[in-house]
């Protein structure tokens, strides 16, 4: 009975992770969704260059250093085409985290782990990270192996732990914050198994030091400023929370107060606090700790005796219902995303009708098409923190988009060599 339950998580999952480029696809359009033409570009590349390079294809350059994500990427691409990896690879890294996620519920004994996993499932968010390209899915299934592996009580299970942990700083410096924040308080409450915890803790601690030391990793930061709305995906966030799932945690914190827990609530403040200094990604890796909150108070709801079982039955039809829509408005947001076929003739055509050198103007939401499709350079891309004199740049842009006045207008634009 209890495999049966996980292999229908499993076939929800690959639906709904499957769903929204079938329906890109059904509707004529194969294009990649959004930020996966950056990856796929960088992949393309990687086997040419050294590990470190200068990426010329936004203004003023930018070093890349190579990231695990993009190794993993160029080397299934190989030999199953980059079409095919670019669809294949997220959902492949989706079903193993979901896998190693129910693992470690099962081995904490958390009794409402189908509820909590379905959760997971539905979550907008995660539907995000295990369908479009990007690193985040590999730095969050590698965090999940590590701490299954340390969970198995072996000494060469706990090696190749800290082994797998010193690829997280070379993927995302949050990564590393929020493993390490993890297995904290796993230390804590686990008294066991403490022993296994902190030394794996230990070692990412080092391992994390010397790899910023020495290669001078870039530490994330967010530029552009964050609204209400991009953590909230009713209201548009692409890597927001249900708004549904979210009262339901709110609601858990509340109801599952414990002052045994305290570590954990501090924790969670931490991480939230995380979100607006390093930007709405950081939302990928609280959605599984939100889950799980937003799981128990569910279950807490329906076992809950009510005075008015009319209310008890509208209330839940309300949740379910919200839980259930929110996925499927999302999966038709994804695949409406752009590009589609219009952009990519667009920007076919301002390849073949611009100089190779030349550098494109327009929103750094843009970027990483113009950057893939047209190969051409771009004032500002998604990877805002990696640009010098970002910050400058973005607010220069913005008077350009909303500027009345003409000579200000083509001063800036000639101070960045736009024609």
């Not at 969670?268 to 979100?275: E, Q, S």
């Amino acid at each position: 009975m209890k495999d049966k339950k996980f292999i229908i998580i499993l076939l929800i999952a690959v639906i709904i992770l499957s769903m929204p480029y079938f329906l890109r696809i059904l509707s004529g359009n194969p294009t990649f969704i959004g930020d996966s033409y950056y990856h796929t570009r960088i992949a393309k590349i990687i086997d040419s260059k050294s590990v470190s390079y200068a990426d010329n294809l936004v203004h003023g350059g930018r070093t890349y250093f190579l990231n695990p994500y993009h190794v993993l990427l160029s080397f299934f691409s190989g030999f199953l085409g980059m079409e095919l990896t670019a669809r294949l690879l997220p959902l492949f890294l989706g079903l193993l985290s979901l896998s190693l996620f129910y693992f470690i519920l099962r081995r904490y004994m958390v009794k409402d782990r189908f509820l909590i996993t379905v959760f997971l499932i539905i979550s907008p968010i995660f539907a995000y990270t295990f369908t479009v390209l990007n690193e985040h899915s590999l730095a969050i299934f590698l965090i999940l192996l590590g701490n299954s592996l340390i969970l198995l009580k072996k000494k060469w299970f706990l090696a190749l732990a800290v082994l797998i942990f010193a690829l997280l700083p070379f993927i995302s410096f949050f990564s590393v914050i929020f493993n390490v924040i993890l297995l904290l308080n796993q230390g804590i409450m686990d008294k066991k198994n403490s022993k296994n915890i902190f030394t794996a803790l230990l070692f990412l601690v080092l391992f994390s030091i010397i790899s910023f030391s020495v290669f001078n990793l870039d530490i994330e930061k967010s530029i552009a400023k964050l609204g209400v709305e991009e953590f909230i995906s009713d209201f548009g966030g692409l890597l927001g929370f249900s708004i549904f799932i979210l009262v339901l945690f709110v609601l858990g914190l509340a109801y599952l107060w414990n002052k045994k827990y305290i570590t954990i609530y501090l924790s969670l403040i931490i991480l939230l606090a995380a979100v607006f200094y390093f930007g709405s990604y950081v939302n990928q890796y609280l959605c599984f700790l939100v889950v799980i909150f937003a799981g128990l108070t569910f279950n807490r709801l329906l076992r809950r005796k009510w005075s008015l079982t009319a209310i008890k039955n509208f209330t839940l039809i309300v949740l379910i219902c919200g839980l259930i829509f929110s996925p499927l408005s999302y999966i038709k947001i994804l695949s409406d995303y752009p590009p589609d076929h219009k952009i990519v003739y667009s920007l076919d055509f301002l390849r073949e009708s611009s100089n190779e050198g030349d550098i494109i103007f327009s929103h750094y939401n843009n970027g990483f098409l113009i950057e893939s499709i047209a190969e051409r350079p771009v004032l500002l891309d998604g990877l805002l923190n990696d640009i010098p004199f970002a910050e400058e740049k973005l607010q220069e842009s913005s008077e350009i988009f909303y500027s009345s006045n003409l000579i200000d207008t083509k001063q800036l634009l000639e101070k960045y060599s736009i024609e």
